[in-house]
């Protein structure tokens, strides 16, 4: 495969016109959803750890600032700049720099880590995109089920470590969060205690923080109800390399615009279950897919439009749809026949960003709540200036660009690029007509 084609790392702004099918093959990069509870477990474990995969996306660049200014040790591997070696600090550090956890939402996961080597935490309020109200409550009773003090200010908050104790930690999430699932499986690992935790998220991007986990001796058993996690009676000696997995969602954004010019492309990188709930929303509108190993095909030249309502619904269940497919799947269908549902009640705010946005570009959409809405296809749409409120409203007005008349224009693209090191780049080696608007 030929490598991919970047646009200049300065391009704010990009022109995308309509041309021809995208066609070809591309690798995806690794996940940034993946990458940051990775980078927090390696500094967890208090070992050296490499990390293979890791992405040049903007908020990993910013989560390996925060370590380093943290007092962890970054290095990255001669030649290899997706390599990265996490090292435990030497001493406890006396001068930490954490203003860099402002400016994205995980810098939570840090804590754990924080309260392990010097026994409290003072972060600034997560940063990251806005899309509606996600509250840190979860995390802090999560904390106060260790017996961690957990104060709040206008400015951020301070995580208290408890006396040290021992015996299983138990505690049931209210619903299947992705983030206080990993900071409980964190906290347990800083603590060296078991952990019994009810209701846990079972996503992709949690497994593997579990299997990296079992690599560094834990023992981890993960049932739909109850995940169990347990310190080994002794660590390896030897650590193998964490790998951080391919970003399905990259890969399905790239599948919707390849499926929405009437393309066709091999995806490649990204683990085949992980994809499996876009797959399925693809065929269910006509469009030919298949999985093979790390290899995901997308046929949009052979697609048969079924006219079938396609219901994407966002939800934290195993093997449900993630909400970050969600707004390039809105894209697609705007363009496939059919009255078709969308619902994230993950990210409430998220609808409030993208639909003023796609409007812009003719769409029309009945919001049929602040997380509910639904559109009849085919909708012809036109080219406009638009803005990437946040990363995924970006992604799908990338989609949405490809098959609109005229040029649109989006701006924010550092948005974009926060979650992507260079999605514009994938789409134009697959075709596209994409260029820098010059400041």
């Not at 078709?340 to 705010?349: C, T």
């Not at 080219?383 to 098959?403: F, K, P, Y």
């Amino acid at each position: 495969m030929a490598p991919t084609q970047a646009l200049a790392p300065s391009a704010e702004v990009i022109a995308v016109r309509p041309g021809r099918p995208l066609s070809g093959s591309v690798t995806v990069d690794g996940s940034k959803n993946a990458a940051l509870p990775l980078l927090a477990a390696a500094a967890a474990v208090r070992r050296t750890i490499q990390l293979e995969n890791v992405p040049a996306s903007a908020d990993v660049h910013w989560m390996l600032t925060l370590i380093q200014g943290a007092g962890w040790h970054v290095a990255r591997a001669v030649g290899r700049p997706d390599s990265v070696v996490i090292m435990p600090p030497d001493a406890v550090p006396t001068d930490l720099d954490l203003a860099p956890a402002a400016r994205i939402r995980a810098s939570y996961y840090l804590v754990p880590a924080l309260l392990a080597l010097q026994g409290n935490a003072r972060l600034p309020w997560p940063g990251g995109c806005r899309i509606g109200e996600r509250g840190m409550d979860l995390h802090f009773k999560v904390y106060e089920a260790f017996g961690d003090r957990v104060a709040v200010q206008d400015e951020g908050y301070d995580v208290e470590a408890g006396r040290p104790a021992t015996g299983t930690v138990s505690h049931t999430l209210p619903f299947r969060s992705r983030g206080a699932t990993v900071v409980a499986v964190l906290r347990a690992v800083v603590a060296g205690r078991a952990l019994r935790l009810g209701q846990p998220n079972l996503s992709p991007e949690v497994l593997t923080v579990l299997d990296a986990l079992r690599s560094a001796g834990w023992e981890a058993r993960a049932g739909e109800q109850v995940l169990d996690l347990s310190p080994a009676a002794a660590s390896p000696t030897e650590m193998p390399a964490w790998r951080v997995p391919g970003d399905k969602i990259e890969a399905g954004t790239l599948a919707c615009a390849v499926a929405a010019t009437g393309g066709t492309a091999r995806i490649e990188g990204v683990q085949g279950r992980d994809v499996v709930p876009l797959q399925a929303a693809l065929q269910r509108l006509g469009i030919p897919t298949a999985v093979r190993e790390d290899v995901l095909l997308v046929d949009g030249s052979a697609a048969r439009p079924t006219g079938r309502p396609l219901r994407a619904i966002a939800t934290l269940a195993t093997g449900g749809l993630d909400a970050d497919f969600e707004p390039p799947l809105m894209a697609l269908a705007l363009g496939q026949p059919g009255t078709h549902l969308f619902a994230d009640s993950i990210n409430p705010g998220r609808h409030g960003n993208l639909l003023p946005q796609l409007a812009r570009l003719g769409a029309k959409i009945e919001e049929i709540s602040p997380t509910e809405c639904r559109l009849t296809g085919p909708q012809r749409l036109t080219g406009a200036g638009v803005e990437a409120t946040d990363i995924r409203t970006g992604s799908a007005l990338m989609v949405a660009a490809l098959t609109a008349r005229g040029i649109t224009t989006l701006g924010g693209v550092d948005q974009l690029r926060r979650g992507h090191a260079d999605l514009p780049g994938k789409l134009l080696h697959l075709g596209a007509d994409i260029c820098e608007v010059a400041p």
